[in-house]
């Protein structure tokens, strides 16, 4: 099993930022893909950004430019920097991460990011 706690989300204001952070404990050896998704009221979960390996990085097109994924392997911990926030990236955000012992992966319980004034 792989634990994952999650932490930064808050409230903003529109062009502020914040660094979410999630770190994986248990059985961790061999965490070869992380990832962050986000879930807003009535919409489905969506891919925000993912990293697999070390450097090979994915972004959806709506946060390219503004949001940066990195993972600190020695840590077992990813995060992602989100810069220049919009009311539209109001959501829930998730952890996920995957493991060879368990292709379906694993995810946090997620972490609200309000963006308003």
């Known amino acids: 099993q792989v634990q994952l706690a999650e932490s930064g989300g808050g409230l903003v204001q529109p062009g502020g930022s914040l660094r979410l952070s999630c770190a994986a404990s248990?059985?961790?050896?061999?965490?070869?893909?992380m990832g962050w998704y986000r879930q807003a009221p009535g919409k489905q979960r969506d891919m925000v950004a993912t990293?697999?390996?070390?450097?090979?990085?994915n972004y959806a097109d709506s946060v390219k430019g503004r949001f940066t994924i990195s993972r600190d392997i020695a840590k077992n911990t990813v995060y992602l920097r989100m810069n220049s926030l919009k009311p539209e990236d109001t959501a829930v955000y998730y952890c996920?991460?995957?493991?060879?012992?368990?292709?379906?992966?694993?995810w946090g319980q997620g972490t609200q990011v309000t963006v308003s004034s």
């Open positions: 990293i697999l390996g070390v450097d090979n990085t």
């Open positions: 248990g059985s961790v050896f061999g965490i070869y893909f």
């Open positions: 996920y991460v995957k493991v060879p012992t368990n292709p379906r992966g694993y």
